[in-house]
């Protein structure tokens, strides 16, 4: 209810309360009044009575008339009767009395209760000034903010208006994009056309090269073969291999005390470089699988390590946030490639041997100038580097992410190529290329693997186990091809290798170890790679040991 209403609410009830009470005392004085006047009747009636019963008595003393006793009687009986009725009256009268005293007590306590009301009527009234008051306020808001609507309803207007206007230019971009893309789509396929022609042509010069040798090539003259860095030269070297599938585990040694992160072969096959999170940097013998030479500098765990393409360097990187250039042949230290802000989980050398790439998980790429020891280029990249590579003709680097996600760039100028984001519905752990430059597969944690045409940039094909049993259990565990391109190896957990044809996209073989130091434990595998021969397979775990696989 309103302040108003409740003390029109208070009136009404005064009013009737009044007329109520009025009504009681006017018929309390009334009966009073009456009271009074029958009393005064009764004393007038009652000293006439004993007046004239004086007057009698005196008469009848000197008379002894029958007639004036009787009348003495009636005298004496009816001032007794008048008695009666007058000790009545004042019975009645002292009952009025009170009444009126209660009647009082109630006027006085009604008083109190309309002071009261009177109080709350003064409250109530001065809600309903205040109330007025805030009323007179919230109509001046009101009208303020109509006038703030009014001048936010012409911005919105107008806002609606450069919406429309961007939405057209936006219609008119979509169509010059779509003039470009199919420009670009039309040049790519000429590309593609192009390279297509240029395998045709190196099928047939190795066609001939293989016709016109008559003997069996052996390890010796793959060592006389020129060392050349070109993709079509690596095609036609590597196409001298009759690379074969892995049957078993043919050794297993302990490297590091640790895990062991990264493993890398030489050209030659000969020499392999491990890294681990015991923080050292080994050089091993492939054939005996003794230590030749240990590497120093690395102050915590070693994420990955690479030869250069001439094997004259080997540069390794890791939780220090550095990355460290020696030499292989004097095993010194060149160079300390300092800047980033996280730790380092890849990094690789370009083919000249002049510049270096890193990648870490403060979300950028780095380009390093080797001779003067500084960064020449930093990339942002958006997302954590899990895993990065060089192309076999050094033009493309390759980065896999911890958002899923898959890019390629510019070597030279750190320019974005290419991106995939939805290859992967986990993070990406590895992208490496095959030895044409034709193909790229990629690893990830949702336990597939993806082959990209490099020429179209589409994914073409997908690896995974049907059996669901292979693992991806690290975040920078790789895949890669076999030199001839023809097979994809990667490994699970349980330190298992799984094999795809390239071809036919099928699971070709599964190889577990029959070691027991490997069978006694549960491994994952951190890093797997084909040898330069195409003979043996070489993979790590997480528990240090290093495993070559063969036939």
């Not at 003064?122 to 306020?137: A, I, M, P, T, Y």
């Not at 003039?179 to 010069?205: C, F, G, P, V, W």
């Not at 095609?235 to 291999?241: P, T």
Request: glycine share 6%; proline share 1%; with cysteine.
């Amino acid at each position: 209810m309103s302040a108003g209403g409740e003390v029109d609410a208070i009136h009404r009830l005064l009013d009737e309360r009044d007329a109520r009470e009025r009504i009681c005392f006017e018929d309390a004085f009334r009966h009073c009044d009456l009271m009074h006047k029958s009393q005064r009747q009764l004393k007038t009636r009652t000293f006439e009575l004993e007046r004239r019963l004086v007057d009698v008595r005196s008469s009848s003393k000197s008379t002894s008339d029958p007639m004036t006793m009787a009348t003495i009687q009636n005298l004496e009986v009816e001032m007794k009767q008048k008695d009666e009725e007058l000790q009545r009256m004042y019975r009645q009268q002292a009952t009025v009395a009170q009444k009126m005293i209660e009647l009082n007590d109630k006027v006085e306590t009604n008083s109190k209760e309309v002071e009261k009301r009177k109080l709350r009527i003064q409250e109530l009234e001065e809600q309903v000034d205040s109330g007025e008051k805030r009323v007179e306020d919230a109509f001046a808001v009101k009208k303020r903010l109509e006038g703030e609507n009014e001048v936010l309803r012409q911005e919105i207007e107008s806002s609606r208006k450069n919406l429309e206007e961007a939405h057209e230019e936006i219609r008119k971009l979509a169509k010059e994009n779509q003039t470009l893309i199919e420009r670009l789509l039309s040049m790519k396929n000429a590309q593609a056309e192009e390279m297509n022609e240029m395998n045709d042509m190196y099928e047939k010069a190795v066609a001939a090269a293989e016709k016109a040798s008559k003997a069996k090539i052996n390890d010796k003259k793959y060592a006389n073969l020129p060392d050349k860095t070109g993709i079509l030269d690596k095609m036609a070297w590597q196409r001298h291999f009759n690379v074969q599938l892995p049957k078993r585990n043919i050794k297993a040694i302990r490297v590091h005390k640790g895990q062991a992160s990264a493993i890398a072969y030489d050209k030659s096959g000969k020499t392999l470089v491990s890294c681990g999170t015991d923080a050292a940097v080994r050089m091993l013998d492939t054939k005996s699988g003794s230590m030749v030479g240990t590497l120093s500098g690395p102050s915590k765990a070693v994420l990955d390590i690479e030869y250069s393409l001439d094997d004259k360097l080997i540069i390794a990187a890791g939780n220090d946030m550095r990355a460290i250039v020696w030499s292989a042949e004097t095993k010194r230290m060149l160079a300390t490639l300092t800047g980033h802000t996280n730790k380092i989980c890849a990094c690789a050398f370009a083919n000249d041997s002049k510049k270096a790439y890193t990648g870490s998980h403060d979300r950028t790429v780095r380009i390093w100038d080797l001779a003067k020891g500084a960064c020449r280029e930093k990339i942002p990249c958006g997302s954590a580097v899990n895993y990065l590579s060089v192309c076999a003709g050094g033009n493309i680097l390759g980065t896999a992410h911890m958002d899923c996600s898959v890019r390629l760039w510019s070597a030279r100028d750190g320019n974005q190529v290419a991106a995939w984001t939805d290859l992967h519905t986990r993070q990406a752990t590895s992208v490496e290329f095959s030895e044409d430059g034709i193909h790229a597969v990629t690893n990830s944690r949702d336990n597939t693997l993806r082959l990209i045409d490099i020429r179209t940039y589409n994914s073409i094909k997908v690896f995974k186990d049907p059996a669901g049993n292979y693992r991806n259990s690290h975040n920078w565990n790789n895949a890669c091809f076999s030199p001839d391109g023809k097979y994809v190896v990667a490994g699970s957990r349980d330190s298992e290798l799984f094999f795809w044809n390239v071809k036919t996209g099928k699971l070709e073989a599964r190889l577990k170890s029959e070691d027991e130091k490997i069978t006694a434990r549960s491994a994952n595998t951190t890093c797997v790679r084909w040898s330069p021969d195409g003979k043996t397979v070489a993979s790590c775990d997480n528990y240090g040991y290093l495993l070559f696989w063969g036939a």
